[in-house]
């Protein structure tokens, strides 16, 4: 689902304290101090004179330099003004944090997943709606720099089949992070969902999943591999490969066979080859581009919520099968 909540007027902010100067920048509060927060979120906040990080919220974690609060009611009570806010929390809990920043009349911004389920999305992007305020969904990989051209090269051929590897160490990628293999983590979906991000956004047609094997480490409860079957349009298959105990060479790899030769995204949408033949390499710009589209939904008064990678992610929870995995530790 893509959905574009136009109000017809700039989204604005509920309370007093947050109406900006026109033209100064965003005063925005980091939700959830922590590795995606650090390697991306503050570097891309502190290059975009659009922002300003006003604040943090994070339990146990802080920015020197920056005002900090241990939960979103105490930055609340402090009186300071603030536009937005940026969560990247994990995924579950995340939705009661959101909902307290809209309630507020704060606009909020998400960490993929957007939520620990559909509905706790859906319920957000109401409350958005009702309260005239901005949220958007960010799907950090669609932001790689060949994305784009890879679905203006899609869009004028025909799909006749699609692979992809998203093969990654969890022990490398994400140290102790007991979190993402509890219920709602995702597992290896965490990644995953990254992979299935793009193939919603470059494909022309809807895709669904038709079948799915889950791997579950015996003493874990998300999955730490998994294969999928999905359909493209009448009957193009696309298989999607995903293993969390990936060592030595990562992919993040997408390749899509059309009527006009093989389209083959590398590196998880940073390099783009057409039969072989690299077209384009580009330095990581997720971050930067994710904070100018919020930047420009605030300006243009409009979500944008999309909720079709996290669909698949369910829809492979609600028909997998599950194969029991040996015990995992990090
Ligand atoms: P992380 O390193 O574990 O950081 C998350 C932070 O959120 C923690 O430091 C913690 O700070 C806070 N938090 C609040 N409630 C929590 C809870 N119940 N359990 C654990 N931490 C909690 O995780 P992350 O890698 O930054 O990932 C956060 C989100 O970003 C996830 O949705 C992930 O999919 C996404 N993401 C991660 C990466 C990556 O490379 N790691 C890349 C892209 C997107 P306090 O203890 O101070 O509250």
Same mark, same amino acid.
Not at 79 to 83: T, V
């Given at each position: 689902m893509t959905e574009m909540a136009t109000n017809g007027e700039p989204a604005r902010s509920? =309370?007093?304290?947050?109406? =900006?100067?026109? *033209?100064?920048?965003l005063r925005i509060a980091l939700v959830g101090i922590g590795k995606i927060a650090r390697d991306q979120h503050i570097p891309a906040l502190e290059k975009d004179a659009a922002f300003e990080l006003a604040a943090t919220v994070s339990r146990n974690h802080q920015v020197d330099g920056v005002r900090a609060f241990r939960d979103i009611p105490s930055l609340l009570e402090a *009186?300071?003004?603030?536009?937005a806010v940026s969560l990247c929390t994990p995924p579950v809990g995340r939705h009661a944090l959101a909902r307290a920043a809209l309630d507020a009349g704060l606009h909020v911004m998400l960490e993929k997943p957007p939520g620990a389920t559909v509905s706790e999305v859906e319920d957000l992007a109401a409350r958005a709606r009702a309260r005239n305020l901005t949220l958007f969904t960010t799907w950090h990989s669609r932001e790689s720099a060949a994305v784009d051209p890879a679905r203006d090269w899609l869009a004028r051929r025909t799909i006749k089949s699609v692979r992809t590897t998203w093969k990654e160490d969890i022990r490398h990628w994400h140290p102790g992070q007991d979190w993402i293999l509890e219920p709602g983590g995702l597992g290896v979906f965490d990644p995953g969902i990254n992979a299935l991000s793009i193939l919603t956004s470059i494909l022309p047609e809807r895709l669904m999943l038709r079948r799915a094997t889950l791997h579950f480490p015996a003493n874990r409860q998300a999955p730490i591999a998994a294969e999928l079957e999905l359909q493209h349009g009448a009957n193009d298959p696309v298989v999607v490969e995903l293993d969390f105990l990936q060592v030595g060479p990562q992919s993040w790899d997408i390749e899509v066979e059309t009527n006009e030769g093989t389209l083959l995204l590398r590196e998880g949408g940073r390099r783009l080859f057409i039969d072989g033949v690299e077209q384009l390499a580009a330095e990581d710009c997720e971050y930067p581009r994710l904070y100018r589209r919020f930047d420009e939904l605030i300006a243009a008064g409009t979500s944008d919520v999309d909720v079709s990678p996290q669909q698949l992610v369910a829809d492979a929870f609600m028909i997998g099968r599950r194969i029991e995995a040996a015990p995992f530790e990090f």
């Open positions: 509920a =309370r007093e304290t947050t109406q =900006r100067t026109r *033209g100064a920048p *009186g300071l003004p603030i536009d």
